[in-house]
């Protein structure tokens, strides 16, 4: 059994640290063939969760997008969800020492503000 807290983030996927407003916390299932990646969790039919996009999973230590959720049999919930590398391992990505390339081809200290991680793809703080 697993302790999953329920809640909802406005903030866009590539924000490195991200606000999480807690709805509520439910005792859930792994349901069927999961990964700690994208798991699918099975649970007691609760209305309050029907307006929540995210969640975190603390035994594992992660946060996750919720992709889908499917109303089943007998008063249950399958919610699929996808997890957010950025807000599980925000700590440790904003302690490494970064450098970037100016638009000129200079290499200059990381400013603080973006981080050129991999080349065409960037993550904001």
Do not use: Q
Request: contains cysteine; glycine residues 6%.
């Amino acid at each position: 059994m697993l302790v999953v807290n329920f809640g909802v983030c406005s903030d866009e996927e590539e924000k490195i640290r991200k606000s999480f407003s807690s709805v509520k916390t439910c005792n859930c299932e792994v349901y069927g063939e999961s990964s700690i990646l994208k798991p699918n969790l099975l649970l007691r039919y609760d209305a309050a969760l029907t307006s929540c996009n995210y969640a975190f999973i603390g035994e594992w230590g992660r946060y996750y997008w919720i992709k889908n959720s499917i109303v089943a049999n007998g008063g249950r919930l399958i919610i699929s969800c996808e997890v957010d590398p950025l807000k599980s391992f925000d700590t440790a990505i904003l302690n490494l020492d970064v450098k970037h390339l100016s638009p000129f081809g200079a290499l200059l200290p990381h400013p603080g503000k973006v981080i050129n991680i991999v080349s065409a793809v960037f993550f904001y703080i």
